[in-house]
């Protein structure tokens, strides 16, 4: 069975604070995910890495893919209460299906 | 283009009936995936369906069904309904695997 982990499980910091999520497995996928979810609504997609090694920046976040495709890490600079939400990691399981995480829920106070 | 939308948003059910759940996917998107999601134990993948036909399923009891018409809307069942069923349904629409997913907003199914 493929698992994704997340940590932290919750993270809550002040507006402007930098921080970190991750996401590791044992298993490789062909391509990692990240989502936010708000409250009320669907996960909706960030970035999507392909290549170990990869990263990917999207303003203030940064995304990074292992070099060996297990593994990720979500990096946001001077977060603002806008990026409060539940973050999840889903690995593409070659195509079969999507493996998420359990989520690190972010709050960002004012 | 309009998003996935679901219906119903919000429902009571109590132990033993059974469910119908609604997803109309985007337009043009023939691939519908259904999720779970509970706070124990995540988003977990329930199954796809492609072209009106189940192309991969997860590991959920028989008790969780689904099907896909012809013009790609969706329908998953659930019976004879358990407490631990509450949870948020949620279905994403592809043009094809491995394509990015677009969610819908869910349904909140609760069992009492």
């Known amino acids: 069975t493929q698992l994704l982990e997340q940590s932290p499980q919750f993270l809550s910091i002040q507006e402007g604070e930098n921080l970190t999520v991750y996401c590791n497995s044992s298993s490789v996928f062909s391509s990692l995910q990240w989502y936010r979810q708000e409250p009320g609504e669907g996960p909706v997609l960030l970035v999507t890495v392909v290549t170990g090694g990869e990263v990917k920046k999207l303003k203030r976040l940064t995304f990074q893919f292992g070099d060996a495709r297990k593994d990720s890490s979500l990096h946001i600079t001077a977060a603002q209460p806008g990026d409060t939400g539940l973050y999840l990691c889903?690995?593409?399981?070659?195509?079969?299906?999507?493996?998420f995480g359990p989520g690190t829920r972010l709050s960002v106070l004012p | 283009k309009a998003g996935v939308t679901q219906t119903p948003r919000y429902l009571i059910k109590t132990r033993g009936q059974q469910v119908t759940l609604s997803c109309s996917p985007i337009?043009?998107?023939?691939?519908v995936s259904w999720y779970q999601q509970t706070p124990g134990q995540g988003l977990q993948f329930l199954f796809e369906y492609f072209s009106e036909t189940q192309r991969n399923k997860g590991n959920f009891p028989g008790r969780f069904s689904g099907r896909q018409f012809s013009n790609s809307r969706s329908e998953m069942n659930v019976s004879t309904l358990e407490l631990g069923d509450s949870a948020l349904y949620l279905c994403?629409?592809?043009?094809?695997?491995?394509?990015?997913?677009?969610f819908g907003p869910g349904t909140r199914l609760t069992v009492t």
């Open positions: 337009s043009g998107h023939r691939s």
């Open positions: 994403a629409s592809s043009p094809g695997q491995g394509i990015r997913q677009y």
């Open positions: 889903a690995g593409d399981n070659y195509g079969q299906n999507f493996v």
